[in-house]
T-cell receptor, first 113, second 112 residues
């Protein structure tokens, strides 16, 4: 089992460009998450999907959109990238509704210039 | 999840010293989770606490959940260089079904 797979691992964008970060899990998990990690700010929740077919805003949703394509895949889209979106992005997934262990992907390091 | 505040932000210790990080909330937490992130890596689950006053141990790590379920701590006895990393506490669910949020993390450095 691969667990949680994120693509790409690294990306450089110019201000105003768009891109989609991909996340897929093969553990039959119900809930999926997108976080950004910045120095001194910890892990901040961008969007989450508690179950297939639902998505909800987290703590810092502005500038992002998400799609829960199916149970396995949860993508994060930046429509018009800004330097403030330079960060490390992590996708995570959790099995079931009672929320136990979260499994994280390896992360995507995004730089917006 | 409810908002949790984590302190300290940084901790530098000599190898062999003890280390503690704390998570605090103004509201009652349904649960608390702890994760470790090695430098350059991704967060990895350590443990979840759900009961008032719960104490769990993993070798040199001791996790506590307060009686009022508003705070939690992670204590490492006799730190080793392999303990280096960022420790996060997280809170799942609560009034927002499926939501999982984290504190700011404590960055631990261990000097040999």
């Amino acid at each position: 089992n691969a667990g949680v797979t994120q693509t790409p691992k690294f990306q450089v964008l110019k201000t105003g460009q768009s891109m989609t970060l991909q996340c897929a899990q093969d553990m039959n998990h119900n809930s999926m998450y997108w976080y950004r990690q910045d120095p001194g700010m910890g892990l901040r929740l961008i969007y989450y999907s508690a179950s297939e077919g639902t998505t909800d805003k987290g703590e810092v949703p502005n500038g992002y959109n998400v799609s829960r394509l199916n149970k396995r895949e949860f993508s994060l889209r930046l429509e018009s990238a800004a330097p403030s979106q330079t960060s490390v992005y992590f996708c995570a997934s959790v099995y079931g509704s009672t929320l136990t262990e979260a499994f994280f992907g390896q992360g995507t390091r995004l730089t917006v210039v | 999840g409810q908002q949790v505040m984590q302190i300290p932000q940084y901790q530098h210790v000599q190898e062999g010293e003890d280390f503690t990080t704390y998570c605090n909330s103004s509201t009652t937490l349904s649960n608390i989770q702890w994760y470790k992130q090695r430098p350059g890596g991704h967060p990895v689950f350590l443990i979840q606490l759900v009961k008032s006053g719960e104490v769990k141990k993993q070798k040199r790590l001791t996790f506590q959940f307060g009686e009022a379920k508003k705070n939690s701590s992670l204590h490492i006895t006799a730190t080793q260089t392999t303990d280096v990393g960022t420790y996060f506490c997280g809170n799942a669910g609560g009034t927002s079904y499926g939501k999982l949020t984290f504190g700011q993390g404590t960055i631990l450095t261990v000097h040999p």
